[in-house]
């Protein structure tokens, strides 16, 4: 004899079914399909990482596509990257599991880091005096106006001046990914107009993505974190 589940099974009870997708952050199905020795594969590694085969496949799929766009960096980006990634690793010494002694969660690390980019920067400094560079060529900008770009004077300038500018450009991108993930279709990322070549799409595609992460996996502000 089947228990009874009382009057009303049939509704929809509280807290029942998929998860919505604001909660997931993921808004977007993909289905496609395999060989046998991939799919092997798959398992074996969601095995090892105790994860689902679905979160192990976006992984893996991530890793490709920042292989790929890795490639398209000239070759001294690539290699200051690689260091500074390796700098980082190096920091955390015999800490290197543990996530309180990160450099961005832990004052000691981040200082020491922070010094050792520095360090690393100034044995690469081109020989030669400080000069500014002349203005950039005139551009004309989406409402016509025509604007030309001047170089300040002081070089530490020109980079609080970048800085402030990446910072703005990554909440700009995560409010948008936002209202992507709130609306769905009803809003479109500018690299879905087709009226831009493919290679553009993908690569303002690519930037998109890189400032949502970066928002939001650093915490980003434009305030300054003053030092105590």
Known sequence: MTKSKGVGRGGRRKGAGRPRFTETGK??????????????????????????LSEVAEDLLQLGLEEMADLGRPKPLRALLFLISALGRATLGRHWQDSKYSWHSNPYMFAAFRAGIVDLLDRLRPPGEIVTPPPGPELMDED?????????????????????????????????????????????????????????????????????????????????????
């Open 27 to 52: 808004s977007s199905y993909f289905s496609t399909r395999l060989t046998q020795k991939t799919r092997d594969l798959l398992e074996a590694e969601a095995r090892r990482r105790k994860k689902s």
């Open 144 to 228: 016509e106006w025509l604007f030309r770009y001047t170089f300040p004077d002081s070089p530490e300038e020109y980079a609080r001046n970048l800085v402030q500018l990446l910072i703005l450009q990554a909440q700009i991108q995560d409010h948008e990914e936002q209202m992507r993930i709130e609306y769905g279709d009803k809003t479109r990322h500018r690299w879905e107009d087709e009226d831009y070549p493919e290679m553009m799409r993908y690569h303002m595609m690519r930037y998109h993505y890189g400032f949502v992460e970066a928002r939001r996996d650093l915490n980003l502000t434009t305030q300054r974190r003053g030092q105590k």
